[in-house]
């Protein structure tokens, strides 16, 4: 890929390519959820965890943190902040005593709404300007990116040239 220099990109500084403009947007992504989360005193994985639990629970908190691509641990703070909040509740798995499941309270029901709706409004004000086509089709190359960087992280170091 050529810039409009005529620089290759891999020579081009770091705040011109394209995997530090994937990284800056996805960190104006989150802290734009977490902006509108905090208005209910949430931030985005919280609210992820509490939309979550609606949709597949009651579940276990490894579960929670497989989906989230997070430890079991720092999921674990985040499921305690939630139930001092009200939203969660621990209860007692009935198979496995060794394992809690994790519960929506009547609170964290009431949330699920509005959680749903603010992730709507923003869903819709960042597709602004952006055609579903286009989309589709940052959707597949973000995709291939996936896979190679899966790919990437499978391989032993190799030197450089």
């Not at 985040?78 to 007692?92: C, F, K, N, V, Y």
Request: avoid cysteine; glycine fraction near 6%.
């Amino acid at each position: 890929m050529q810039s409009g220099g005529g620089t290759h990109e891999l020579d081009a500084p770091p705040w011109q390519r394209v995997e530090t403009t994937l990284m800056a947007t996805a960190r104006l992504i989150r802290d734009a959820y977490d902006a509108r989360f905090a208005t209910l005193d949430l931030n985005l994985t919280q609210a992820s965890i509490l939309m979550y639990v609606a949709e597949f629970g009651p579940v276990t908190q490894t579960k929670i943190a497989d989906h989230l691509g997070q430890g079991r641990a720092a999921t674990g703070a985040t499921i305690d902040r939630l139930q001092q909040l009200g939203h969660l509740e621990r209860h007692p798995d009935h198979d496995d005593r060794r394992v809690w499941q994790i519960h929506l309270t009547e609170a964290g029901t009431a949330l699920v709404g509005t959680i749903a709706r603010i992730d709507q409004d923003l869903r819709t004000e960042l597709r602004q300007g952006i055609s579903r086509d286009e989309r589709q089709a940052l959707a597949t190359v973000m995709e291939q990116l996936q896979d190679n960087l899966r790919r990437a992280m499978t391989r032993p170091d190799r030197p450089h040239p």
